[in-house]
Every structure is written in structure tokens, then in C-alpha cells.
């Protein structure tokens, strides 16, 4: 028995001595913009790959002697573009990619520093679209180093 004569060793006030560190806390989902981080990133990759096999079976299926004869090509022949829709597609493919990526990137590292949210996802996200702006300028430096 307790002070008030009841065996409850509750106090009758209605509060209950449980210290907010063992209260049960909400489990914890996953992101949502982690998750989108995630889908862009693999879409863009998939994009990005398409781009580039679309540039080279056009390349392959045309003799060029180097970059500049394809743009003198190109140029002389403008009311024929239909010829040259592959490698146009692909140059805006490659464009939107990359536009895409850098967006995830953004809502990957939101999804990263979102509180009471599992990150996984984010990480993922984080780490598949910074592949593709990675990439991309290694390309570039390789093409530069080439003399292209």
C-alpha cells in the first residue's frame, strides 16, 4: 500500500514515472526524396548509356575523318537533318542526363540530412547520380587529353 491507501504504485494524477528515453519512438521510414534521389539516378544512367550507344552505332555507320568534317557535313547538308536525328538525340539525351542527375544529387543529399528518416536510399542516391557528372567530365578531360 502506498501513501493514498490504494495499491496502485502509480500516483493518482494520471502520471506515469517512464523517463522519455524508454518511451517507444516511431520506427523510422525510409526518405521519400531519398527514393526519388534514387529512381532519377538510375534513370539518368539508363539514359545516359542510350545516349552514348546511340552516338556511336551513328558514328560507326558514317566515315568521319575527324569532329570537324562531321560538323562541315552537317552543316552543308541541314535540309537533310532527318540523317542526323541519332546523334542530335543523343547530345540532348546526354543534356537531359545530366540535368537530371544534378536534380537527384540535390534531393539525395536533402534526403540525407532529413531527421527521424532512414538514409539508405539517399546514400544510393547520392552516390548514383554524382556517377554521372563524375563520368561525364572524365569523358570530357579524356576527349581534351586526345586532342579532340
Given at each position: 500500500?502506498?501513501?493514498?491507501?490504494?495499491?496502485?504504485?502509480?500516483?493518482?494524477?494520471?502520471?506515469?514515472?517512464?523517463?522519455?528515453?524508454?518511451?517507444?519512438?516511431?520506427?523510422?521510414?525510409?526518405?521519400?526524396?531519398?527514393?526519388?534521389?534514387?529512381?532519377?539516378?538510375?534513370?539518368?544512367?539508363?539514359?545516359?548509356?542510350?545516349?552514348?550507344?546511340?552516338?556511336?552505332?551513328?558514328?560507326?555507320?558514317?566515315?568521319?575523318?575527324?569532329?570537324?568534317?562531321?560538323?562541315?557535313e552537317i552543316e552543308a547538308n541541314m535540309a537533310d537533318i532527318e540523317a542526323y536525328a541519332p546523334i542530335i538525340g543523343a547530345g540532348l539525351l546526354i543534356i537531359g542526363s545530366m540535368g537530371a542527375s544534378i536534380v537527384g544529387l540535390i534531393l539525395?543529399?536533402?534526403?540525407?540530412?532529413?531527421?527521424?528518416?532512414?538514409?539508405?536510399?539517399?546514400?544510393?542516391?547520392?552516390?548514383?547520380?554524382?556517377?554521372?557528372?563524375?563520368?561525364?567530365?572524365?569523358?570530357?578531360?579524356?576527349?581534351?587529353?586526345?586532342?579532340?
Amino acid at each position: 500500500m502506498n501513501e493514498n491507501g490504494s495499491e496502485n504504485q502509480f500516483p493518482q494524477d494520471g502520471f506515469t514515472p517512464i523517463p522519455a528515453a524508454y518511451e517507444e519512438q516511431p520506427p523510422k521510414t525510409q526518405s521519400k526524396l531519398g527514393i526519388a534521389s534514387f529512381i532519377i539516378g538510375l534513370i539518368s544512367i539508363i539514359g545516359f548509356i542510350i545516349a552514348i550507344i546511340l552516338a556511336t552505332s551513328f558514328i560507326m555507320n558514317h566515315n568521319f575523318a575527324d569532329s570537324n568534317t562531321l560538323q562541315q557535313e552537317i552543316e552543308a547538308n541541314m535540309a537533310d537533318i532527318e540523317a542526323y536525328a541519332p546523334i542530335i538525340g543523343a547530345g540532348l539525351l546526354i543534356i537531359g542526363s545530366m540535368g537530371a542527375s544534378i536534380v537527384g544529387l540535390i534531393l539525395g543529399i536533402v534526403g540525407a540530412c532529413a531527421k527521424n528518416k532512414r538514409k539508405a536510399f539517399s546514400i544510393i542516391g547520392i552516390v548514383t547520380n554524382g556517377l554521372l557528372p563524375v563520368g561525364f567530365i572524365g569523358l570530357f578531360l579524356i576527349g581534351l587529353a586526345m586532342g579532340g
